[in-house]
């Protein structure tokens, strides 16, 4: 079965870098979207990046473009996801998650389309 595992997560000041590594584990489709997903405290989970490794397309919510890149390497299967000019409101735990046998073009970041969830890594930048 197909796990996740986040890594990464830091406290780190405001401006500056950080990149969030998930590595996935165990059997493993040759298609699957990825994803990374943010929980600020008390809010709800957000859709931050998405890859579809079949197309290779992106996509990004509109807080986090031009800051955040999402890349994979597939000899290690593991994506990143790497953060610039982080701001306070960054500040939750960042949650990478997979949707098996993904074949389509483009990627979404509904929750409900993901079937595999990783514990978690926590990012923080203080105001």
């Known amino acids: 079965q197909l796990q996740v595992v986040e890594s990464g997560g830091n406290l780190v000041q405001a401006g500056k870098s950080l990149r969030l590594s998930c590595e996935v584990t165990?059997?493993?489709?040759?298609?699957?979207?990825i994803a990374w997903f943010h929980q600020a405290p008390g809010k709800r989970r957000e859709g931050v990046s998405c890859?579809?490794?079949?197309?290779?397309?992106?996509l990004y919510a509109d807080s986090v473009k031009g800051r955040f890149t999402i890349s994979r390497d597939s000899a290690k299967n593991t994506t990143y996801l790497q953060m610039t000019n982080l701001k306070p409101e960054d500040t939750g735990k960042y949650y990478c998650?997979?949707?098996?046998?993904?074949?389509?073009?483009?990627?979404?970041?509904?929750?409900?389309?993901?079937?595999?969830w990783g514990q978690g890594t926590q990012v923080t930048v203080p105001s």
């Open positions: 998650t997979a949707q098996i046998n993904f074949r389509g073009s483009q990627c979404t970041l509904l929750t409900y389309e993901y079937d595999e």
């Open positions: 165990g059997f493993t489709p040759d298609y699957y979207a």
């Open positions: 890859l579809s490794t079949l197309s290779g397309n992106t």
